[in-house]
């Protein structure tokens, strides 16, 4: 069955670096897009980075300029490299993905997995 894995959530102080993780089973992860979430309490989970079949890349402004996300299809992981972190990055974040290339199509996302907490705070 569909898993997903995501790791590498932390405290850290404000300007400080993470890098989450997220490794994949039950499904043909090089031929998906995958992408990055985050989840604010109380609110739904919004996209903030996405790595495409090939390896192309997309980021939301909010993220622009200080996360870079990557994946390695060999290990069935995709990462995000989270620099100058800002209290406003505290979440949980979540990775998912779609069949196929950017911008993603229709079909359902794949079954979430746990998340990773992220803090930011002094």
């Known amino acids: 069955q569909v898993q997903l894995v995501e790791s590498g959530g932390d405290l850290v102080q404000p300007g400080g670096s993470l890098r989450l993780s997220c490794t994949a089973s039950g499904f043909t992860f090089i031929t998906y897009t995958m992408g990055w979430f985050r989840q604010f309490p109380g609110k739904e989970r919004e996209l903030v980075a996405v790595?495409?079949?090939?390896?192309?890349?997309y980021y939301f402004d909010s993220v622009k300029g200080r996360f870079t996300i990557s994946r390695d299809d060999s290990k069935n992981t995709v990462y995000l490299q989270m620099n100058s972190l800002k209290p406003e990055d505290t979440a949980v974040y979540f990775c998912?993905?779609?069949?196929?290339?950017?911008?993603w199509g229709s079909g359902d996302l794949l079954s979430w997995g746990q998340g990773t907490q992220v803090t930011v705070s002094s």
């Open positions: 998912n993905g779609r069949p196929g290339s950017w911008p």
């Open positions: 790595v495409s079949v090939g390896g192309g890349t």
